[in-house]
């Protein structure tokens, strides 16, 4: 069943940092609607209902991506990154390439331990240097488009050093 809630729809398009594009893009409402809407030439009271279910549907995504997820991101990606706002911020690029029926409502702790262990593997297979950055592919089953996505990780703060022993100390660390 369909439900619109003008406080969502007031949040997503007044308080978050969504651009209107990307809401065009993902609702598939015109920009023109949406800047009406937030200019105030129209009223979020006297809109189109299918338009405000698609906003509120897509606001509800957007918040249980954002809050939700975090504590598995941070869990599970967190040690990989400088700060948890990196580990965040990576997560939201690789969560908004992902196809709507790859993503759950909750990417649970397998999801995103999967993820970690495809950071570790390409720096555990590439030549790293501190200040390098890493990338990773999704590939084109998972993605949107369809087409295998690369996804920035983040720049190396920290790589292992070798010790006197000949043994590394130390651990590979994304900003």
């Avoid at 509120?56 to 997820?69: F, I, N, R, V, W």
């Amino acid at each position: 069943m369909l439900k619109a809630d003008e406080h969502e729809i007031r949040k997503l398009l007044f308080e978050s940092n969504v651009s209107r594009y990307k809401i065009s893009k993902e609702t598939g409402i015109p920009q023109n609607t949406l800047s009406d809407l937030v200019n105030g030439k129209s009223d979020i009271i006297k809109m189109r209902f299918d338009n405000a279910a698609k906003l509120t549907e897509y606001a509800k995504k957007l918040k249980g991506a954002s809050e939700m997820d975090n504590h598995f991101v941070i869990r599970e990606l967190g040690s990989l990154f400088e700060t948890a706002e990196a580990a965040v911020e990576f997560a939201q690029a690789y969560w908004d390439e992902l196809k709507e029926d790859r993503r759950t409502s909750k990417m649970d702790t397998y999801g995103w331990e999967s993820v970690a262990d495809d950071i570790i593997e390409t720096i555990g297979q590439g030549v790293y240097e501190e200040g390098d950055f890493v990338s990773i592919e999704i590939g084109s089953h998972w993605t949107k488009s369809g087409n295998p996505e690369l996804i920035h990780v983040g720049e190396l703060a920290s790589v292992p050093e070798l010790n006197e022993d000949g043994d590394f100390e130390g651990e590979y660390i994304l900003k």
